[in-house]
C-alpha cells in the first residue's frame, strides 16, 4: 500500500471515534443522546434539503463538507455543550490542538484543505460558513422541540441563552430563524424554557 493510501485510510479510521463521542442533545422520540457522527451527518442532510432558505447563493457542497468535518476535532477536544460558559472559555484552545494532530494523519496537500475548510467554518465570514453554522444551530434545536424541549429543561436553560446562541442563524438564512423564533416562541410559553 503506498504512503498516500496509507494515511488516508488512517484518517477514514481515525474519524470513527466521532461516533464514540455524546453529545447533550437527544434523539428524536426522546431516545438516546446522539452522538457527534450523527449530528454532522444530520445537518449535511438538512442543508441540502433547506438549502433554498440560504440568504445568500451557496456552494452546498462546501457547506456539506462543513457540516460533515466540523466537529471532528471533538475526538481529542470532546463535546462543548453549547450551553456551558465554563467550557466555552476553553474549547478553542482544545480545539485547535485537536484540529493539528487529528488532520495531520492526512497527507499534507489534504490536512491543508481540511484546515482550512474548518477554520472558514470557525471564522463564521463566508456564505457557506454561515449557513453550515446556521444548520449547527438548527439541528439539535429541531430535535429538542421533537423531544417536547427536554433538553433545555434538564439544563435549566433560559430563552435569553438560547436567543443568544440563535440570533446567528439569522446570519445564514432569515427565514430559518423566523421558524427557531416561532419553536423557541411555543417553548417559553409551555415553560420549557424559563425567561
Same mark, same amino acid.
Given at each position: 500500500?503506498?504512503?498516500?493510501?496509507?494515511?488516508?485510510?488512517?484518517?477514514?479510521?481515525?474519524?470513527?471515534?466521532?461516533?464514540?463521542?455524546?453529545?447533550?442533545?437527544?434523539?428524536?422520540?426522546?431516545?438516546?443522546?446522539?452522538?457527534?457522527?450523527?449530528?454532522?451527518?444530520?445537518?449535511?442532510?438538512?442543508?441540502?434539503?433547506?438549502?433554498?432558505?440560504?440568504?445568500?447563493?451557496?456552494?452546498?457542497?462546501?457547506?456539506?463538507?462543513?457540516? $460533515?468535518?466540523?466537529?471532528?476535532?471533538? %475526538?481529542?477536544?470532546?463535546?462543548?455543550?453549547?450551553?456551558?460558559?465554563?467550557? $466555552?472559555?476553553?474549547?478553542?484552545?482544545?480545539?485547535?490542538?485537536?484540529?493539528?494532530? %487529528?488532520?495531520?494523519?492526512? /497527507?499534507?496537500?489534504?490536512?491543508?484543505?481540511?484546515?482550512?475548510?474548518?477554520?472558514?467554518?470557525?471564522?463564521?465570514?463566508? /456564505?457557506?460558513?454561515?449557513?453550515?453554522?446556521?444548520?449547527?444551530?438548527?439541528? /439539535?434545536?429541531? $430535535?429538542?422541540?421533537?423531544?417536547?424541549?427536554?433538553?433545555?429543561?434538564?439544563?435549566?436553560?433560559?430563552?435569553?441563552?438560547?436567543?443568544? &446562541?440563535?440570533?446567528?442563524?439569522?446570519?445564514?438564512?432569515?427565514?430559518?430563524?423566523?421558524?427557531?423564533?416561532? %419553536?423557541?416562541?411555543?417553548?417559553? &410559553?409551555?415553560?420549557?424554557?424559563?425567561?
Amino acid at each position: 500500500m503506498d504512503e498516500r493510501i496509507r494515511k488516508q485510510l488512517a484518517f477514514a479510521l481515525e474519524i470513527d471515534k466521532e461516533k464514540s463521542i455524546f453529545r447533550q442533545t437527544h434523539l428524536s422520540g426522546h431516545g438516546r443522546n446522539e452522538n457527534d457522527a450523527e449530528h454532522a451527518w444530520h445537518m449535511s442532510i438538512m442543508a441540502y434539503l433547506l438549502r433554498e432558505y440560504a440568504n445568500e447563493e451557496v456552494d452546498i457542497a462546501k457547506v456539506m463538507i462543513m457540516c $460533515l468535518i466540523h466537529d471532528i476535532v471533538e %475526538i481529542d477536544a470532546g463535546d462543548t455543550y453549547a450551553y456551558d460558559t465554563e467550557a $466555552l472559555q476553553s474549547q478553542k484552545e482544545r480545539e485547535e490542538a485537536a484540529k493539528e494532530r %487529528i488532520y495531520s494523519i492526512l /497527507p499534507e496537500d489534504q490536512k491543508a484543505e481540511m484546515i482550512a475548510l474548518f477554520d472558514e467554518f470557525e471564522a463564521y465570514e463566508t /456564505p457557506e460558513s454561515k449557513f453550515a453554522h446556521a444548520m449547527d444551530n438548527l439541528q /439539535p434545536l429541531v $430535535l429538542n422541540n421533537a423531544n417536547d424541549g427536554g433538553d433545555w429543561r434538564e439544563h435549566e436553560v433560559t430563552s435569553k441563552t438560547v436567543y443568544g &446562541r440563535q440570533k446567528l442563524t439569522a446570519l445564514g438564512s432569515e427565514k430559518l430563524f423566523e421558524v427557531t423564533d416561532e %419553536i423557541i416562541q411555543e417553548h417559553i &410559553r409551555k415553560g420549557n424554557l424559563k425567561e
